[in-house]
């Protein structure tokens, strides 16, 4: 959340001063940051802080500093995990503050709205011609193609800002400028949104190779026509918890024999299994990476996601595969694309 300014009060005004601005929070996160005369936060004030101060015997024309509460928790660069968001979840906390060395609010989490706020840079890749989907995208870039009240590759983008991944990048080249024109800097979003522009094809994974830099030390990679609700959370924490160099989602794919299968060692049947059910698991095009992966990516050519998983595992690199539980449709086809306006029917918009 970059626009936070509802949120924060002088710690010059008083307890009056506060009821107003937090009456004018009703509908929102009744909240304020108190921050000092050199723009440091220095306490919060609720309704509850009020309404004790009141009863305690503080009068409305008090200091706000006499009720607000200076033992707040924060996020800064030296704890901000994995661990510190759930503990802030675990506290039932809505507003939680990003502060500097200098205790100065950089940004504001709202973990009401959100799921999380995870420490992750995101790439979308939004290049491709989308050829199938013709004629649909003879003048649309596929991701832009209408799915429900907002386009297929704005339900990425709102799924990441619900995240806390606000630092997104999105690769273009088709038909680009109508992405660009769409989301502008992400400033209507409360995110920070770039892009990068391809002259050439580069694969499914090529031009992530080509971006500068990123502000944190994971990269999360998708394709920009999917339809998921993956949880990136679970997602990042499987990441972080196996240690892994590169992690791949993945989707389980049933395969069905209506045969009986036989099993065989040295031409002699050692079991027989009845029409059985194979379970294969499929990349599902999103990706979770350290920032030394990315700079494994060669510079100004070619270059899918398969060549990357096999480059960083036989370099010795560890990748996992984290399965996806909830829904999943890549939208490549008109079948696929008619399949997922059929069931955002049932979903909350």
Same mark, same amino acid.
Request: proline share 5%; glycine share 6%.
């Given at each position: 959340?970059?626009?936070?300014?509802?949120?924060?009060?002088?710690? +010059?005004?008083?307890?009056?001063?506060?009821?107003?601005?937090? @009456?004018?929070?009703?509908?929102?996160?009744?909240?304020?940051?108190?921050?000092?005369?050199?723009?440091?936060?220095?306490?919060?004030?609720?309704?509850?802080?009020?309404?004790?101060?009141?009863?305690?015997?503080?009068?409305?024309?008090? +200091?706000?500093?006499?009720?607000?509460?200076?033992?707040?928790?924060?996020?800064?660069?030296?704890?901000?995990?994995?661990?510190?968001?759930?503990?802030?979840?675990?506290?039932?906390?809505?507003?939680?503050?990003?502060?500097?060395?200098?205790?100065?609010?950089?940004?504001?989490? %709202?973990?009401?709205? @959100?799921?999380?706020?995870?420490?992750?840079?995101?790439?979308?890749?939004?290049?491709?011609?989308?050829?199938?989907?013709?004629?649909?995208?003879?003048?649309?870039?596929?991701?832009?193609? !209408?799915?429900?009240?907002?386009?297929?590759?704005?339900? %990425?983008?709102?799924?990441?800002?619900?995240?806390?991944?606000?630092?997104?990048?999105?690769?273009?080249?088709?038909?680009?400028?109508?992405?660009?024109?769409?989301?502008? @800097?992400?400033?209507?979003?409360?995110? %920070?949104?770039?892009?990068?522009?391809?002259?050439?094809?580069?694969?499914?994974?090529?031009? #992530?190779?080509?971006? !500068?830099?990123?502000?944190?030390?994971?990269?999360?990679?998708?394709?920009?026509?999917?339809?998921?609700?993956?949880?990136?959370?679970?997602?990042?924490?499987?990441? #972080?918890?196996?240690? +892994?160099?590169?992690?791949?989602?993945?989707?389980?794919? @049933?395969?069905? #024999?209506?045969?009986?299968?036989?099993?065989?060692?040295?031409?002699?049947?050692?079991?027989?299994?009845?029409? !059985?059910?194979?379970? &294969? &698991?499929?990349?599902?095009?999103?990706?979770?990476?350290?920032?030394?992966?990315?700079?494994?990516?060669?510079?100004?050519?070619?270059?899918?996601?398969?060549?990357?998983?096999?480059?960083?595992?036989?370099?010795?690199?560890? #990748?996992?595969?984290? !399965?996806?539980?909830?829904?999943?449709?890549?939208?490549?086809?008109?079948?696929?694309?008619?399949?997922?306006?059929?069931?955002?029917?049932?979903?909350?918009?």
């Amino acid at each position: 959340m970059k626009n936070y300014s509802k949120y924060v009060i002088p710690s +010059s005004a008083t307890i009056y001063d506060a009821l107003l601005r937090l @009456n004018e929070l009703s509908s929102d996160i009744r909240t304020l940051l108190v921050l000092d005369a050199d723009g440091r936060m220095i306490g919060t004030v609720t309704d509850g802080d009020v309404r004790r101060g009141l009863i305690a015997g503080n009068q409305l024309s008090d +200091s706000l500093t006499a009720i607000s509460f200076d033992d707040f928790f924060s996020f800064n660069a030296e704890n901000y995990s994995i661990q510190t968001i759930k503990a802030a979840r675990a506290k039932k906390l809505d507003l939680v503050p990003f502060l500097d060395a200098n205790g100065r609010i950089v940004k504001l989490f %709202n973990l009401k709205d @959100n799921h999380s706020a995870l420490p992750v840079d995101a790439v979308i890749m939004a290049g491709g011609r989308g050829i199938r989907l013709a004629p649909l995208t003879d003048n649309v870039p596929k991701p832009m193609l !209408p799915l429900g009240n907002k386009p297929i590759i704005e339900h %990425n983008v709102d799924r990441l800002l619900q995240f806390g991944i606000e630092n997104i990048c999105i690769t273009v080249r088709y038909l680009g400028e109508q992405i660009i024109s769409h989301f502008g @800097n992400g400033t209507e979003k409360g995110a %920070n949104i770039s892009y990068y522009e391809e002259n050439l094809p580069l694969g499914t994974i090529g031009s #992530v190779g080509q971006l !500068p830099e990123f502000k944190n030390d994971t990269v999360l990679v998708m394709n920009s026509d999917l339809f998921t609700n993956i949880d990136f959370e679970e997602f990042y924490l499987h990441f #972080v918890e196996s240690d +892994s160099d590169m992690a791949v989602a993945s989707i389980p794919y @049933n395969v069905s #024999v209506p045969y009986a299968v036989l099993e065989v060692e040295n031409e002699q049947i050692v079991a027989l299994k009845e029409k !059985p059910t194979y379970t &294969y &698991y499929s990349n599902a095009g999103v990706y979770l990476m350290k920032k030394s992966v990315v700079d494994k990516i060669p510079k100004d050519q070619p270059f899918d996601a398969p060549d990357l998983i096999e480059l960083v595992a036989k370099n010795g690199g560890k #990748v996992t595969t984290f !399965p996806i539980m909830g829904y999943w449709i890549d939208i490549g086809k008109h079948e696929d694309y008619a399949k997922a306006k059929d069931f955002i029917k049932y979903l909350k918009q």
